[in-house]
């Protein structure tokens, strides 16, 4: 919770922390060192960038506040299609891994969560549609066809749609030494991603 990816000459560069780390190795040693651990492993998974079409757009909406369902905090980066399309624009997995879950959730609608060689949980959410019929504990490569970007969601009733502008839910997750599941800021790993086959940020 404590490390952040710095911009150096305008690249990402994950090997690099906040640049006061003192506090957390005088006082948090323990956790700090296991999440920094964490992290370096997320980095060395990184393939692709989620979306294969240029014409998307992203901020840092990190744990900004959200309403459906009760309140609570983004847990994620949602990237937005360049034009309002539902089941037009291709996801990707970003990494190696092993389907872990599939199918409906009434936040993240049609779900596909891929668990990486690192342990980390990649989470799409509010896909239109699947690219097949995958299988829990199917193994897939970085840039496997997972499905469409779509505005599936918000709802109780499997299929709904509608409820918000076409984009793709993209979160991370890891498990601490508990086996507790906690989110990690995607942004700064999809910027890297975007940057790195060209694109541009708005």
């Known amino acids: 919770k404590f490390l952040t990816a710095t911009m150096l000459d305008g690249h990402f560069h994950p090997e690099t922390v906040s640049t006061n780390t003192t506090p957390y190795l005088k006082y948090k040693r323990e956790e700090f060192l296991l999440l920094k651990k964490c992290y370096e492993m997320i980095w060395t998974d990184l393939e692709y960038f989620p979306v294969a079409d240029p014409a998307v757009f992203f901020e840092n909406s990190w744990m900004t506040p959200r309403s459906y369902g009760g309140k609570r905090r983004h847990e994620g980066t949602d990237i937005f299609a360049s034009h309002n399309i539902s089941d037009y624009y291709p996801i990707i997995s970003i990494t190696d891994g092993i389907v872990e879950q599939k199918g409906w ?4 609608g049609y779900r596909i969560g891929i668990r990486s ?10 896909l239109a549609e699947y690219a097949k019929d995958f299988q ?9 066809f997972l499905g469409f970007m779509g505005d599936t969601g918000y709802s ?8 918000f502008a076409v984009h793709l839910h993209m979160g991370i997750y ?12 995607s942004y ?5 991603l975007w940057e790195r086959q060209g694109g541009a940020l708005r």
């Open 105 to 108: 959730l009434p936040l993240g």
């Open 117 to 126: 060689e690192s342990g980390a949980y990649f989470y799409y959410a509010h």
């Open 136 to 144: 829990i504990g199917e193994t897939v490569s970085a840039g496997t």
């Open 156 to 163: 109780d009733v499997e299929g709904t749609t509608g409820n």
């Open 174 to 185: 890891l498990n601490d030494k508990d086996g507790t599941e906690f989110s990690v800021n």
């Open 188 to 192: 700064p790993m999809l910027s890297y």
